[in-house]
C-alpha cells in the first residue's frame, strides 16, 4: 500500500472546509486518515483527539473525524508539534503519532512537499506510541465558578486565586498587573 487512501471526494470536501490547499492540510489528511482507520469517526464512536498544534492540519481532523472544539473531543495543547493522540473511550484504545523527523528531508517547494505527504506510506511519515497520558477529562464534568471581579461563569480549571478572590484569567491578567 502506497499514498493517501481517502477518497478524492473527502479530500475535496476538506479543502474546501479549510479554504486552501497546503502541505499543513495535507498531513492533516494523513493524521486523519489514520485516525479513521484506527478508530473511525467521532460521529459513531466517543473518539477525542488531543493535537499537540493549532495549525492548518487539525481542521483535516475536525472535518473527517469530527471531533470539534465545540464537542469537546478536540483538545488542543499547546506545544508546538505535528503530532496527534486519538483516544476511544468506548474501548480504552489509545494512539500517539508524530511526524517523523526524517521525513522531512531536505527543503521542498510548496506543490513537492504536498505531493511527498500525498504519496507517503503511513509508516514513513509518523511514528506510533502509546500515549502517557490518560485521555482527558470530559468538559462539561467539570464546576463552574464566577468570577468574583466581572461576574462571568468560568470553568473551575481556568480560575485563578488572587488576594483571596477566584477571578477568570482575563480578570486575574488585568489585577496582577496593576
Ligand atoms: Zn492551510
Ligand atoms: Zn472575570
Redesign the pocket.
Known amino acids: 500500500m502506497s499514498g493517501c487512501t481517502l477518497t478524492n471526494e473527502q479530500i475535496e470536501k476538506t479543502k474546501a472546509f ?3 490547499w ?1 502541505p ?2 495535507a498531513l492533516g489528511l494523513r493524521a486523519a486518515e489514520v485516525g479513521l482507520k484506527e478508530f473511525g469517526s467521532a460521529n459513531d464512536e466517543d473518539i477525542v483527539c488531543v493535537t499537540e498544534t493549532d ?2 492540519a487539525v ?1 483535516a481532523i475536525q472535518f473527517l473525524i469530527s471531533c470539534t472544539f465545540g464537542k469537546g473531543n478536540l483538545i488542543h495543547r499547546d506545544w508546538g508539534k505535528a503530532a496527534f493522540t486519538f483516544y476511544s473511550r468506548d474501548t480504552g484504545k489509545a494512539m500517539r503519532i508524530a511526524v517523523k523527523k526524517e521525513f522531512w528531508g531536505r527543503e521542498l517547494t510548496r506543490e513537492a512537499r504536498i505531493e511527498q505527504i500525498m504519496g507517503a506510506d503511513l509508516d514513513d511519515i509518523f511514528a506510533f506510541m502509546n500515549p502517557t497520558r490518560s485521555v482527558p477529562v470530559k468538559a462539561h464534568l467539570l464546576a463552574s465558578l464566577v468570577c468574583e471581579e466581572c461576574g462571568e461563569k468560568t470553568m473551575e480549571s481556568r480560575t485563578r486565586r488572587f488576594e483571596g478572590r477566584t477571578l477568570c484569567i482575563p480578570c486575574f491578567e488585568k489585577l496582577e498587573q496593576r
Request: proline share 0%; glycine share 22%.
Open positions: 479549510h479554504g486552501h497546503c499543513g492540510l495549525m492548518c481542521d
